[in-house]
């Protein structure tokens, strides 16, 4: 029996950045890469495509640091 994949709908999915990132807040998954047993996203802004890094995609689980889906200013502001 296979083992069931960590973070299966991690490809696609879009995040707003608690903080700005690199000037942007905006971010969708367009890697994914796993070694061993972490899963780490490539994360690129949706407004500058040359902007993009890797990240441990266990930390896009902090609500601290990143929201699902895109954001508002408002709604940042909100929660």
């Not at 991690?10 to 890469?33: E, P």
């Not at 200013?73 to 909100?78: D, K, V």
Request: charged share 20%; with cysteine.
């Amino acid at each position: 029996m296979a083992r069931k994949q960590k973070f299966p709908y991690l490809v696609g999915s879009k995040w707003t950045a608690q903080q700005k990132v690199s000037g942007w807040r905006h971010f969708q998954v367009v890697n994914r890469k796993n070694q061993g047993e972490w899963v780490f996203a490539e994360m690129v802004a949706s407004c500058d495509p040359n902007v993009r890094f890797w990240l441990n995609a266990r930390s896009l689980k902090n609500r601290g640091l990143w929201q699902a889906g895109w954001q508002t200013l408002q709604e940042i502001a909100a929660k």
